[in-house]
């Protein structure tokens, strides 16, 4: 469960200064599909880096299970960014110089030692074609980047997203540089993954149309939650679980 | 482990990389083949300078020599502390003269500097029967007419000489010093310690129908060098050629009063060395010592140490030196080790090699200073790899890690050319040299300036290994700071870069 409490966050340059969060609280559960929509420059992608600690809030807290990340050392933090977080973004952001399977590999590079990764190996590439299977990828493993398109590069971020079993992706516009046609494959695909994986989603967007059929959705507005829409969701399965 | 990887990728696929691997490379091998070649020319100069010279030479300022006999000097030498590391001892008369000769009509006089040497024992210090050109009658050269030089010598050339001699030296005050130490000296005027050489007379038919006597002359004195305006090449023209006789005057020992004679060029002297071989004249020791009327008298001894004698790479011997140096008075003679006297020399080679090396690592550091520029555009280039890597986990180490080990590889590959490449140049110098003298008409290595005929070389092992290091360090070194920036990027101010 991922939670944050009166997160506030200001933005200075120079004389200026502008308050980006405005103490926000929320709460994800596990195996949830949030949504959070608003208007350019409402503070929704902040709001995403900050739960994901790649940005830090000047005040609130974050937890995750009840323990807190926002103020741990730089090594604790990189682990979460590596294993409990898994990011997916607008502009795929993958290594030019790596192919999609590497790509999807890095973090299992950047966890593993060298001596680490060669006992490791099998397993990870094990994992990597499972990933790549799921979110339809297996024919292309070897492309470089620029050789994919769009599509195919979100699906090649998701499953790096999904590598370590993170406990939530966090999602920043990931259809916003696709096609409508494209947009809708990857939030199906999305919804397939929350659905049948498990997988707890915090997803930013533009769309409300995609919004509407997440289970909940907030919209932000000057750095406060605006409006609240849902729950729709249920946690039946994992309250069954735990 | 990504930083292995990222670096071999980036290693491969990165243009500009190869710039900066070409700047260490050329660096790399600019100081191996500079510092191979100053080393090669200070090792043919080391050996060039010391030359003729012996291990350990004692001299006298007095210009009628010692006043001892050169045995005993000799025995009293064997006698000391340092008696047990001599190994040889070659008396010898030095002193400056003029040489005139005729050549095509022109009367040529040179000034020289005339040794009276025996030539076995003088080849046992300072070897220098091995520099002869014509008799290869090692170990036992002489001063005899070659058969080449009796074949060449005019018979009619009226062979003269100073006929009255002067009355022999009396001995200097030096035995009086008080620093004097060892056995009573016994004088050379004394008449039971050494007879006085027979008194020639202007009659006596010795001089009238004289045996000619050889000497032999330093190749740069007896040749004359010229450039060939058709060709442009160096040409040595023998000016003197043996069996040619010439006229040397000196003055006598023990006043001032020119003694001269006439004698019969046998043999060049080449030693390499453009000081002595234009300088010198050699001639048998008591030849010599007639012509300058001193008896068995000598002014220099030439020592040779044993070879159990511990050396070091300067200076040598100075204990034996030291202890020689105790035997004689203050003012009485002079011992130091061929390093004494030609230290300024030495010291100037070690200097100047100093000196451009440190100019050369400049180089290297042109080299950093690219590899800075070139980290830092290509950390501008990789701000959105660096930010995503760190959104996936990676420590500000690791992303610093990433340059570091990226400088180190590109230091490890450049080295390695570098060296491939400063070895091959440095192996095969004498042939481009040559190649680029043939393309530009330019000639590099004038060998009218140094008397070797290849440009000499000498790599050592330790340089090229120091090069590198310092290669390598230099490359590690100058990615700090840019992999220092970007280790410091905040994973959001980078990916929003676009």
Redo the contacts between chains.
Sequence with gaps: MLKAEQLCKTYRRNADSVQVLNGISLTVRDGEFLSIVGASGSGKSTLL?VL?T??SPDSGTISVDGKRIDNIS??ER??????TFG?V?Q?Y??????SAY?NAL??A??????F??MKNRKQWRKRVDELFERVGLSHRTTHKPRELSGGEMQRCAIA?ALLQRPRVVLADEPTGNLDTEKGNEIMSLLHDLNRHDGVTIVMVTHNLEMAATTHRTIRISSGRIAEEKGPTFRPRILSAVS | ??K???CL??LR?RYLAFVCIISIMLGVATLIVVNSVMSGFSNKLKDRLRGVLADVIVETDHFGGFDLHPDLLEDRIRRSPAGKYVDTIAPSVEVVGTVQFQFRGMNIVKPIKLLGVDPVRQTKVGGFGNYLTRQKVLPAPSFELTSEALQLFDKNVRLESMLEPPPPPVSSTAKKDSDFLGPEPVLIDDPKAIPLPPVPDANLPEFQDPKPIGIIVGHSLAHFRYKNPDTGVIEEVPGLRPGDHVMIATLAANEMRPVWGTYVVTDYFKSEMSEYDSQFIYMDLPDLQRLRKMGDRVTHLQIKVTDDCPKGYMFVKPNVSNEIQKLFGKFEARAATWEDHQGPLLAAIDIERGILNLLLFMIVGVAGFSILAIFTMIVSEKI??I??????????H?VMGIFVWYAFLLGIVGCAAGTAMGLGITENINEIETFVNEQTGQQLFDRSVYYFDKIPTNIEVSTVLIVNAGALLVAVMSSFLPAFRAARL???QA?RF?
């Design positions: 880096h994901g790649l940005d730089n090594r990189d682990r979460i960014r590596n294993a990011y973004f502009f952001h993958l290594l030019p110089e790596l590497d890095m973090p590079y950047i966890s593993e030692s060298f680490g990764w790096r | 482990m990504y292995f990887l990222l990728k980036y696929t959105r790899d930010g995503i890597l760190k959104s996936l986990g990676a420590s500000n690791g905040r994973p959001i990916l676009e």
